[in-house]
């Protein structure tokens, strides 16, 4: 058990829907990353957030959004949903947020779009 | 031009043997970070080990090991003396960037599969 914790575990939903995933870092951890997996792209990196704060951006789509709250747990909002975002969806943390930073993972969300 | 590449799609190694598993990346920054982890079926992305890009033994944790050649941009993990449980898909990654942000890049993976 990495510490990271995501909800919900399985999400079922339809096209052009709109779902939230949640995610708690490990105690003491700033550092908030999300994560797509799918069989076609991989394992690709979406964004991070700092102490509430944006830090770094990959291959998010503009109908994705994240947040990352005072408590510093994180959501990841999926809008107008397509076939194609069915996939593993993990949260990752770290303590701080340099090149040598060490992410663990929590178990990740599996979306289904239907 | 991939950044982290997994030229390994699939290995078999027999129980109680060592296994190689390669991974070349490419970056021109000069500060960076090298990890591995394993994704058994259930899913969870484990972290079995860390090299930094100045770090200059190679890392070791356990039965796993990082054969580390910055002149060659390649950090191999070894696993030693396999075993069933080890079966399972390891990727290599690599922390690039700046302090204005840093992302992390993965390889697309290799299957290992252990044999009794």
């Known amino acids: 058990d990495s510490g990271v914790t995501q909800t919900p575990k399985h999400l079922i939903t339809a096209t052009g829907q709109r779902v939230t995933l949640r995610c708690s870092p490990r105690s003491g951890d700033l550092s908030v990353y999300w994560y797509q997996q799918s069989l076609d792209q991989g394992l690709q990196f979406l964004i991070q957030?700092?102490?509430?704060?944006?830090?770094a951006k990959g291959n998010i789509l503009e109908r994705f959004s994240a947040q990352q709250f005072p408590d510093l747990h994180s959501e990841l909002n999926l809008s107008s949903l397509e076939l194609g975002d069915s996939a593993l969806y993990f949260c990752?943390?770290?303590?701080?947020?340099?090149?040598?930073?060490?992410?663990?993972f929590g178990p990740g969300t599996r979306l289904l779009v239907l | 031009a991939q950044k982290i590449t997994q030229t390994q799609p699939g290995m078999f190694v027999q129980e109680k043997e060592a296994v190689t598993l390669d991974c070349t990346y490419d970056t021109s920054d000069q500060s960076y970070g090298l990890f591995w982890y394993k994704q058994p079926s259930s899913g969870e992305m484990i972290f079995l080990i860390y090299?930094?890009?100045?770090?200059?033994q190679n890392a070791t944790e356990g039965r796993y090991s990082l054969n580390f050649q910055k002149a060659r941009k390649s950090a191999n993990l070894v696993i030693s003396a396999s075993q069933l449980g080890d079966s399972a898909m390891y990727f290599c990654a690599m922390r690039e960037g700046n302090t204005g942000g840093f992302k992390t890049i993965f390889g697309a993976g290799t299957r290992l599969f252990v044999k009794a």
């Open positions: 090299q930094g890009s100045y770090d200059e």
């Open positions: 990752a943390s770290s303590v701080e947020s340099g090149p040598r930073e060490t992410q663990y």
């Open positions: 957030y700092y102490n509430g704060e944006e830090r």
